[in-house]
């Protein structure tokens, strides 16, 4: 299997965003660097904040426990599968014997 891509979300406070326009664009060219690059400010009057958002890819720790966890609920629908297929075996058996003529 292989690493998948997350999406990182994060909110800033405008008030970060004040003075001089060349630091604001310093500010912003910072977080472009770091990777942050989506920019929303739906709601931007409202929450004095504003959201960023940068794609990455899982680290190993991610990695290891997102696969553990797709294994243990892979062996759990097996056995859920294997416990719904004798529940329904036991119901035709038991349907068979009711209803066949002896």
Known sequence: MTKKLIKEYKFL??????????????KIQDLINEG????????????????ISKLR??????YDTRIKFENEQSERL????K???KRERETFLR????FEPS
């Open 36 to 51: 942050w690059v989506n920019i929303n400010v739906d709601g931007f009057s409202d929450y004095n904040a504003f959201e």
């Open 13 to 26: 406070e405008i008030c970060l965003f004040e003075g001089k326009l060349q630091n604001i664009q310093n």
């Open 83 to 85: 416990m719904i297929e």
């Open 57 to 62: 890819l899982e680290t190993d720790e991610e």
């Open 95 to 98: 349907l068979k014997k009711k």
């Open 78 to 81: 097996a056995k859920n599968n």
